[in-house]
């Protein structure tokens, strides 16, 4: 039997590709397997916004030379945003591997399959897997047009393009069929989707024509760009009763001297705005966002005007990350002049109010009923998540497994919250 062993890091986006790629390789009668050392096809997701990322896949690689000289010798595949352009470096740096797939090249990916006389049944793009998960992310536009200073992203993925409204209505319906309760819509900046396409839909028409399909219990959708979200957007989720109430929402920095150097497009001010109308329109809503901390020249002072928009809008999530440098990015050419340590520090004194933050927020949820759509088992428990995408925890003896049940929360930490199954509420199979 052929085996197929996917190792992923970085965003959602590289979790969807992989999907792909995994639904691609059982399409061709594949099984998974937990171990590389049992693959005849081992597939390197990877990312580069940071350098830990970065070496991490490198470690990664190296650790697979010795599978080569063994009885199997499998295929090596490097996809994700490490492969660039330049493939020559990559393959005299890792000559052990097989194949560079820039990322989302579904195309070469289907060639190289068939030089290897692997043939695929299903044509289409995207491939359906025969099992979706519950939660399944869907990439409704790749690419990215911001080139924000620090990031590498649109130099690897390339420029937006939004797949059409048909298109990805038709891939959910197909998962939908197939067991998926809830998507999550994906693009680098999701609030751009449909710029590009003849008739100009925006993610708001797609929100819409998504919420009547029949069985979908849930949308989300993620990650959104502050100079991009719209009025039309809030709206239209505070009304579609499948969009969930939670947005992603980067602020990167709470300085505008630092987010203009960012290239971000907005200011501090008009951050505050939208949250502020986002709140007005979705009072439950769970707001989450990205902080970059020790950009080039971040003073003390600025650094704690970050710390103070942190404190005065009380995130659910902030994910931190110290600066790094990422070659070819505008960045780059900057004065990296925060010591690394420095940068250490910052980043832990915002984990540490972060988390205290999100213990009193999730502490205001004890004793409310909250509705969770279960996903399986950790340690003998159910968990699933909420509407606002918080991690539920609940005992029972009960097969709850894609099942929408009613918890009343009992205990709430930073991370995660648990309870008990609600005697008095409808706990209903989807």
Known sequence: MSLYY????????????????SASLEEAGFQATTTAQDANIIVL????VRGSAEQKVSDKLDSLKFLKQGHLKPSIILTGCMVSSNI??????????????????????HRW?????????????????????????????????????????????????????????EQVESLVKRGTKEVTLLGQNVDSYGHDLPSKPDLADLLSNLNDISGLERIRFLTSHPKDMSLKLIET??????????????????????LKAMRRGYTVEQYRLLVEQIRSAIPKVAISTDVIVGFPGETAAQFQNTVSLLSELRFDIVHVAAYSVRPGTRAAKFNDNVPQEEKARRLHLIEAMQESIASEINAQLLGEIEEILVEGKRKDRWYGRSRTD?????????????????????????????????????TSAI
């Open 88 to 109: 020559e470096q990559l393959e005299e740096r890792f000559p052990h591997v097989d194949l560079f797939l820039k990322p989302q090249d579904m195309k070469s990916w």
């Open 6 to 21: 996917i190792w992923t890091i970085g965003c959602q986006m590289n979790k969807a590709d992989s999907e792909q790629i």
């Open 113 to 169: 399959l068939q030089s290897k006389n692997i043939n695929l049944p299903q044509c289409g793009t995207p491939l359906i897997p025969a099992r979706p998960p519950l939660t399944t992310y869907v990439p409704i536009i790749k690419g990215c047009n911001n080139f924000c200073s620090y990031c590498i992203v649109p130099y690897r993925r390339g420029k937006e393009i939004s797949h059409p409204i048909d298109e990805i209505r």
């Open 390 to 426: 918080k991690l539920v925890f609940f005992n029972s003896d009960t097969c709850y497994t894609g099942q929408m049940v009613s918890i009343k929360i009992t205990s709430a930490g930073s991370w995660s919250l648990r309870g008990n199954e609600c005697d008095t509420c409808c």
């Open 237 to 258: 989720t505070a009304r579609l009763d499948k969009v969930c109430e939670c947005i992603s929402l980067a602020v990167q920095s709470g300085d505008n001297d630092i």
């Open 45 to 48: 997701n990877s990312c580069v």
